[in-house]
Antibody, heavy 121, light 107 residues
């Protein structure tokens, strides 16, 4: 059974940093691209970032480019999102999403339960 | 960047009605389109990928069609458990943009 378990969310002040983790199990993690998708309270889904199965290529939404860094440790079956220079508008539930293939050009087929990030003073 | 425009933003229909949601890409994306369902308070789930391929376990009343710039999600006979928000997403290349969503309610 595929499981994706996010952690690391919490309350952070504007300008602060936070690192999210996503522990994956139930599939060969190193074979699949991974994504972060977020959802602000009461709002729609927003794609944030993606990384290929090898980690060689990474992609970002313009809203987070230069502030967020996606990475993965295939030996630990874990996906990360390092977030810095956080703003109030980054407040969202952040979901870890598994892609259907090693390339990012693949729909997501499994979602984690999400972790809430609140940016507020 | 390619924009994804969903319509309508919300709809109310009766049980048994045929419901259609559209998603338009500002440029062609071939069939690199997925549809997700998010029930209230729940995590999104994929319904359809590659524009028309039904995800395993999804009821057959859901179907998808389209290619290029215009796509459709159809619920052939709306059921109470279909109350949810529905999102399209393009995934041909980054950014993997979502549509704005369609909230479906029962009349």
């Amino acid at each position: 059974e595929v499981q994706l378990l996010e952690s690391g969310g919490g309350l952070v002040q504007p300008g602060g940093s936070l690192r999210l983790s996503c522990a994956a199990s139930g599939f060969t993690f190193s074979n699949y691209a991974m994504n972060w998708v977020r959802q602000a309270p009461g709002k729609g889904l927003e794609w944030v970032s993606a990384i290929t199965n090898t980690g060689d290529s990474t992609y970002y939404a313009d809203t987070v480019k230069g502030r967020f860094t996606i990475s993965r440790d295939n030996s630990q079956n874990t996906l990360y999102l390092q977030m810095s220079s956080l703003r109030a508008e980054d407040t969202s539930v952040y979901y870890c999403v598994k892609a259907r293939s090693g390339d990012i050009a693949a729909a997501g087929n499994y979602w984690g339960q999400g972790t809430l990030v609140t940016v507020s003073s | 960047d390619i924009q994804m425009t969903q319509s309508p933003s919300s709809l109310s229909a009766s049980v048994g009605d045929r419901v259609t949601i559209t998603c338009r890409a500002s440029q062609g994306i071939r069939n690199f389109l997925a549809w997700y369902q998010q029930k209230p308070g729940k995590v999104p789930n994929v319904l359809i990928y590659a524009a028309s391929t039904l995800q395993s376990g999804v009821p057959s009343r859901f179907s998808g069609s389209g290619s290029g710039t215009d796509f459709t999600l159809t619920i052939s006979s709306l059921q109470p458990e279909d109350v949810a928000s529905y999102y399209c997403q393009k995934y041909n290349s980054a950014p993997l943009t979502f549509g704005g969503g369609t909230k479906v309610e029962i009349k």
